[in-house]
């Protein structure tokens, strides 16, 4: 059974950094894309950034491009999401998920993902 987890969330200071990881289970990531996605309490679950599969281009909703970077590591079969420079509005859980293609825009839905993982929680704050 295909399946996504999320991990890596946690803690941390306006302008801190934290990774996450989306580790794919029961089927090669690389084969799909991965996108990242987040929803804050009270909002709705908005786009972040999605690889695309293979050699996997790479696309950033307009809230965070040169802050995060999404990247594959394929010798471990997950999608990491490198956030820098954080924000206490990137508070959110973050969740990845799978599908054929990415979104043709992460700055609004529908996002049209298969398979999502449980998230992971990202706290910015002082």
């Known amino acids: 059974q295909l399946q996504l987890v999320e991990s890596g969330g946690g803690l941390v200071q306006p302008g801190g950094s934290l990774r996450l990881s989306c580790a794919a289970v029961?089927?090669?990531?690389?084969?799909?894309?991965i996108g990242w996605f987040r929803q804050a309490p009270g909002k709705e679950r908005e786009g972040v950034s999605c690889?695309?599969?293979?050699?996997?281009?790479?696309d950033y909703a307009d809230s965070v491009k040169g802050r995060f970077t999404i990247s594959r590591d394929n010798a471990k079969n997950t999608v990491d999401l490198q956030m820098n420079d954080l924000k206490p509005e990137d508070t959110a859980v973050y969740y990845c998920?799978?599908?054929?293609?990415?979104?043709?825009?992460?700055?609004?839905?529908?996002?049209?993902?298969?398979?999502w993982g449980k998230g992971t929680l990202v706290t910015v704050s002082s």
């Open positions: 690889i695309g599969s293979g050699v996997g281009s790479t």
């Open positions: 998920a799978a599908a054929w293609g990415c979104p043709y825009s992460l700055n609004s839905p529908p996002y049209d993902m298969h398979y």
């Open positions: 029961g089927f090669t990531s690389d084969l799909h894309a």
